[in-house]
Every structure is written in structure tokens, then in C-alpha cells.
């Protein structure tokens, strides 16, 4: 993982010595991706920065890399897994010279043109200078894991590996682009197929297309486009048996984990808890030993994912860092700005705060790890997402649901018509009919694109800087184009026994993995249970000093214009008092746009990874069972309410009995079902709540206990998330 910055003329003329002031600036930007060294070159029409984070030859692999004779000029960020073989291949007199991974593409060029990338594996970004053709060529990898930005007018282009370093140079335009972020399907979360370009949120940036080469003449700034690879035709499908698809994905996800195993420093791992990243847990060879670091906080406790990390790692005897959250700590203001400003995108949320953090850790106690192997990238390919999706159906309802997604522009574009569709579960009309002869296309084929983008858009955009900012490479073994190109092969036939429930990956790691962890259901990071601890922490950042990071956000120009000021400040003060709705991050989408639009007119200071902020710690765990307790009381710091306390439930919050089961309660905030109590499994919680529902609010919570037989100690925990969540009021002590 490197930094990657230049500036190049597009007219004929050479660069003058002003531009190194600019290099300078330029690389000071990204000196957070290449913490280990940099350089800047200048020469002719085009300049160069570099900055260095080592991972393969440590010593010898400093770049610009330059052919023999000097026409070809290369810096590169990045992995090329398979250098060695296609090195193998070159003539003798184009092979490298030093033990860079990046620098067999110079032979591959030199041999093949622009065809050089179609047998290149790897994750990558690279300017390559041809200095006899006067061209400048950008290009990154397949799934657009590795980021490149530029931005051309008449007299130059400026480029680098992320667009505050374009920012660097007055004449590139700062300007968010409130109208395309707004109606960007990533901020609406329209349920609807999105599949346009990927979105870099300022006006006149461009960001060079994933599996695509851009190539500009530097004598009048010409471009041209080369695209290499394309996700696979749907139209037919490979003619394999079930067994021969299972076994085949095993064998080329083996080989995709020990391509990205590949460095001469210490790699480690993010274990989740779920089957993706145990599966790169499990066939890591024992030669790459690894650290794995697990997430726990209050979501990730409740939905099992950190006790289930801690269990996989002791399966498979790694060591396990458990990155402690807990509920009552809350990002400043500050951290909260430099994380979107070293993100430079309105979709950042809990994840990313989470991820960061995590890389954090990382960097600060275990500084030797310099790669991250991730289980990113299994979910969008595999069916992850198939069982959320069906809405709890089967596959019939998931290919229901995909044909209800692909129908939405159809619809918005005959809005007479829609209703049809709209208001009954049995349409009465053929869908030709509102298609009109368009093709509707294979709608499973269409989510395969969608996640394709969400993919570039969001999944590889956060984890490159999330690890970045912390001088820390990802590698995301499940994005290898040969197990994509492999899953999006399943003919019709064999889609729902491969690729419901992620079957194809399932069937693949068994024997290899314990059954437990094979057959655990998918549960989203922070979704689900336990999310309201995440929110509320966010609920907790927006509001606090008064709304200032809110009102700071709302105080640009634009956002005067787009954004409804009172409503926004609703919202906020709203969440705060039940942050479950889930509009909490809805809200940080506007927050982040209007900083967005600040920074842009005024870049701050470049991130650096060494700023001096509380570092976050991690808890070591030997036995889950026996320190269940203890990891509890650490994570999820409630409120203490006294016996003495006062309390009372809050006036918006209603408790009803179940209709069939005498002993289920459901708890209404604002008249809708957020929490059920089942008084078989929480007995005295059952009787206390039933009694405060009753209670005049005069009587102190031992009085309430007290009165209905409940023992306090089984009342301490939910009675604090009961306070934390705005459920119950303490009042003063009686």
C-alpha cells in the first residue's frame, strides 16, 4: 500500500520548477499511505511523487521503478500476486531487476500493449509514464480496491491516490456535488438496482474505472479508454456439476488466500466472527502466522460476532485481540471530521468509525503488522445476502424480490401504471405490460452488478482508507476475479443449491472448518441485535455541545440551500431520545456532506498517523464462558441505578401482552413494537416492567422490586439498557 501523486503537462510544454512545490504539497497528502519512504521526480512534461509502505522486498523495492533504457516510468500502488510466474514469461532482457512485485508490468507493457493487464492478479493503481509515445497511462485493478483520482483541464492533468491531493493544486475545482450525492443510491438506500458509475462526490473529479486503462496523450491532452475485464455473461453458465463448482471455488480460494499472503513483513487478520474471514483464517498456511483482531462492542456482543471470533481463533489456535468499543465512549467532534475528511465520502457511518478504529489499534500496539487479510467481498458474490433479501422466504421469495427491485425504474417511468404493482401483493396486470417491450434482463444478473458497484463504491473505497490512514495495507482475498467469474458461471439450474445462504462457500469449507462455525447464520455487523448500542453512541456524537458538530456541518452555502435546518436539528434531538429508528444514519449523511463541502473549499491539514488521541485498547479473553461476565460489564457500561432512584417508564413508551402467549410483552416506543420481554426466559424483568407500567412513578425501583418478588441483581443489566435506551426516567433518590 503506497501513495500516488503527480502532476503532468497536456500541452507540449515541459513543467517549470514551481512544480515542485506542488510535488511536495502532493505527497505530504498521502504520506499517511507510505509512511516508510518517499520520492519525487520531475522530468520534462510530467512529475512524480511517491510514498512508501514496504511490504515485499523492503530494501530494494523502492520506486519509480524504469525500464533499461529509461522510455518507461512506473510508480504503482499495490499487490501483484502472480509476479513471479508472469515474469517467467518475459525475455530475459525485460525481466526485473529488483524484487518489486509491481515492476514486471514494465515488461508486460513493453511485450503486450495494452492487452499487458489481462493475466495480472492482484489488487493495484499505477501511472506508467511512456516517455517515446508522450503517454500517460492509469489503470487499477478489478474490483477498484486499490483508488486513483485525476483531474484534467486544457494545460494539465493532476492525479493521485486520493482527491484531497488533487485538492493540493488551485486550479482543480473544490466543489461537492450536492445534487448527484443526494440522489446517489448509497445515501438513499433506495431498494432498487444501481449500477452507474461509481460517484466521487465532487464536480470535475474523475475516477479511473476499475479494470480499465486511461491512457492521455501528453502532447494535446487526448484521452482514450481501455476496459480489460468485465464481470462474467449470465447468458449461459459453465457446465459443472454441484460437486465440481464446490470443488473448484476451494481450490482457487486457496490459491486467492495464499496470493494475498504474500509480503515479507507480518500480516494479520480481521476475524468477524462469521465464515468468511474464519474461511481466511483457516487456509492461511502455517507459514504466515497470524494475529486476528476481533470488534467488541455492544452490537457486536449482543449478535454473538465477538464471542464467536474469540472461539474460531482458539479453534484454530491464533491469537485473538478482542478491540474493545465500549458504550459509553463517543467520537469528538474532531475525530469525527478527520475520519470524513480522510474518507473524502458522505458514507461514513458506524462501520467505518468501528473498522478505523480497529486498524488503529493495530498500528499502535502491534506496529510489526503491516497487512490486513480481510473476509470482505464474500457476501455481494456468494449469496450473502439471499436470506436477508427473501425478507425470511425462501429462494422463490429471493427471485421475487430481485424482479421487484428491477422493476422499480420501469415503474418510475410509467407512474400511471405503477400503482398496479404498488398497492396489492397480487397484481392484476402482466408486467410486460409496464416494461413495453424492454428488456427486463436476468434480474439475479443485474444484483450481481449492483453489488459490483456497492462494492466499488463503498466496501473497497472504506477498508483501503480505513487501513491507509493508519500506514496498514487490506487485502481481500474473496475479491480474486477467477472465484467471481467462477460464481457468476452457475447456470440457472444450480443458483439456489449454490448460492442460497452462501451454499457454495458452506459445502466448500466443510471439513476444513468446524461444523458450528459452517452452518452459522450470517448476522450483520452492527445490524440486528444490540444495534441500538451503536446508535445511541452516534445519537450521543451528533447532539453533543449543543448540536456544534450538526450546526458546524449546516453552516456551508449549499447546505443552506439543500438541507432543512429545523428538521435536521429534530432529528437529532429526537435520536437522542430513542436512537433505534434507525435514521441515525441518514443524519451523518447530511452531517458529512456539509463538512465535505467545507473541507473541499478549505482542505485541512493532510491526515497523518501520528496523531496523539486516546489509542484504543483490546482485552484478551481466555476462556469466553468464564469471563462472559467480566467482558460484559466492560463493554456494555450502562447507567447504575440505585434502589433508592426513582423511576418511571417515559410517556412515549407502552407495554402490551402478546396476542397468543400470555407470557411475551411487547414494549412500544411511539407506538411501535421496538423491544419484546418474554417472561419465561427474564422473569423478574418481566414482573418488575409489568409493575412500573402500573406504578403511579412515586415509588423507587427496590420499592418496585421489592413488591413484585423480583431479586435486584437479575434486574441490574436490563434496567441499565432500560435508562441507556430513554425506556425507563430516573427521577431523584427517595
Request: glycine share 8%; proline share 5%.
Amino acid at each position: 500500500m503506497c501513495g500516488l501523486a503527480g502532476i503532468a503537462r497536456v500541452d507540449g510544454a515541459s513543467l517549470d520548477a514551481e512544480a515542485d512545490g506542488l510535488l511536495r504539497r502532493m505527497s505530504q497528502t498521502v504520506a499517511h499511505r507510505g509512511p516508510d519512504d518517499v520520492e519525487v521526480l520531475r522530468d520534462g512534461p510530467v512529475g512524480l511523487a511517491f510514498t512508501r509502505l514496504s511490504l515485499v522486498d523492503v530494501v530494494g523495492g523502492g520506486q519509480p521503478l524504469h525500464s533499461r533504457d529509461g522510455s518507461l516510468v512506473l510508480i504503482a500502488n499495490g499487490e501483484i500476486y502472480n509476479h513471479r510466474e508472469l515474469a517467467a514469461t518475459l525475455p530475459a532482457d525485460e525481466r526485473p531487476r529488483t524484487g518489486s512485485d509491481c515492476e514486471v508490468l514494465i515488461g508486460l507493457y513493453r511485450r503486450d500493449g495494452l492487452r499487458f493487464l489481462d493475466k495480472v492478479r492482484g489488487m493495484f493503481a499505477f501511472v506508467l509514464w511512456d516517455r517515446r509515445e508522450n503517454k500517460l497511462l492509469f489503470g487499477r485493478d478489478r474490483f477498484g480496491v486499490k483508488p486513483l483520482f485525476y483531474h484534467l483541464n486544457r494545460d494539465r492533468v493532476v492525479f493521485g491516490s486520493e482527491m484531497k491531493t488533487l485538492f493540493c493544486d488551485q486550479d482543480c475545482p473544490r466543489e461537492l456535488d450536492w445534487q448527484a450525492a443526494i440522489a446517489d443510491q448509497s445515501l438513499t438506500k433506495q431498494p432498487a438496482f444501481a449500477t452507474g458509475p461509481v460517484n466521487t462526490w465532487f464536480r470535475d473529479v474523475e475516477l479511473v474505472e476499475a479494470a480499465t486503462i486511461v491512457t492521455i496523450d501528453l502532447r494535446d491532452g487526448r484521452t482514450s479508454t481501455h476496459r480489460y475485464w468485465s464481470l462474467p455473461d449470465f447468458s449461459g453458465g459453465l457446465d459443472l456439476s454441484e460437486a465440481e463448482f464446490v470443488d473448484a471455488y476451494r481450490e482457487l480460494l486457496v490459491s486467492a488466500v495464499d496470493d494475498c499472503g504474500m509480503a515479507d513483513v507480518e500480516i494479520g487478520l480481521f476475524l468477524s466472527g462469521g465464515i468468511d474471514s474464519a474461511a481466511v483464517a483457516a487456509l492461511t498456511g502455517p507459514a504466515t502466522p497470524l494475529r486476528t483482531f476481533t470488534a467488541l462492542n455492544g452490537s457486536t456482543l449482543a449478535n454473538g460476532d465477538a464471542e464467536h471470533g474469540h472461539r474460531i481463533a482458539g479453534m484454530l489456535g491464533l491469537p485473538n485481540h478482542q478491540v474493545l468499543h465500549d458504550t459509553a465512549t463517543t467520537p469528538t467532534a474532531e475525530e469525527w471530521k478527520r475520519l470524513v475528511w480522510l474518507l473524502e465520502s458522505p458514507v461514513v457511518g458506524p462501520e467505518i468509525y468501528y473498522k478505523h478504529e480497529m486498524y488503529r489499534y493495530v498500528r499502535l500496539a502491534h506496529p510489526t503488522v503491516k497487512a490486513m487479510l480481510l473476509g470482505a467481498g464474500s457476501d455481494e458474490f456468494n449469496g450473502g445476502y439471499s436470506v436477508t433479501v427473501a425478507n425470511g422466504g425462501d429462494w422463490q421469495d429471493y427471485l421475487a424480490a430481485l424482479r421487484g427491485m428491477a422493476r422499480r425504474p420501469a415503474q418510475a417511468a410509467n407512474p400511471d401504471l405503477s400503482p398496479w404493482w404498488e398497492h396489492s401483493e397480487f397484481p392484476l396486470l402482466r408486467e410486460d405490460v409496464l416494461w413495453s417491450g424492454a428488456d427486463r434482463g436476468d434480474p439475479h444478473a443485474r444484483f450481481f452488478a449492483w453489488k459490483y458497484r456497492d462494492v466499488l463504491q463503498y466496501n473497497c473505497w472504506h477498508e483501503d482508507r480505513t487501513a491507509a490512514g493508519n500506514g496498514i495495507e487490506s487485502r481481500v482475498p474473496f475479491l480474486d476475479h477467477r472465484l467471481v467469474e467462477l460464481v457468476g458461471g452457475i447456470p440457472d439450474r444450480l443458483r439456489e443449491p449454490l448460492l442460497w445462504n452462501k451454499n457454495i462457500l458452506r459445502r466448500a469449507m466443510r471439513g476444513v472448518l468446524p461444523d458450528e462455525v459452517v452452518d452459522r447464520p450470517k448476522v450483520p455487523f452492527f445490524y440486528g441485535d444490540g444495534v441500538a448500542y451503536t446508535y445511541r453512541t452516534f445519537a450521543r456524537m451528533v447532539n453533543a455541545d449543543d448540536g456544534a458538530l450538526l450546526e458546524e456541518a449546516l453552516s456551508g452555502p449549499r447546505a443552506k440551500e439543500f438541507i432543512d435546518h429545523d428538521n435536521a436539528r429534530a432529528l437529532a434531538a429526537s435520536l437522542e431520545q430513542d436512537p433505534s429508528s434507525g435514521h441515525v444514519e441518514f443524519l451523518l449523511h447530511v452531517v458529512n456532506l456539509g463538512l465535505l463541502e467545507q473541507f473541499a473549499a478549505a482542505p485541512p491539514s493532510p491526515p497523518s498517523i501520528g496523531r496523539a488521541t486516546t489509542p484504543p485498547v483490546a482485552i484478551e479473553v481466555t476462556d469466553w464462558d468464564a469471563e462472559a461476565e467480566s467482558v460484559e460489564q466492560l463493554t456494555l457500561r450502562r447507567p447504575e441505578v440505585s434502589r433508592d432512584a426513582v423511576v418511571r417508564l417515559a410517556e412515549e413508551v407502552l407495554l402490551l401482552h402478546g396476542p397468543t402467549d400470555p407470557d411475551v410483552w411487547y414494549v412500544l416506543v411511539n407506538g411501535a413494537v421496538e423491544y419484546v420481554v418474554d417472561a419465561a426466559e427474564s422473569p423478574d424483568w418481566a414482573r418488575f416492567l409489568t409493575a412500573l407500567a402500573e406504578a403511579d412513578g412515586e415509588r423507587t425501583a427496590g420499592e418496585v422490586a421489592d413488591a413484585v418478588g423480583a431479586q435486584w441483581s437479575a434486574l441490574t443489566s436490563s434496567l441499565g439498557d432500560a435508562v441507556e435506551f430513554g425506556l425507563v426516567q430516573v427521577g431523584v433518590d427517595g
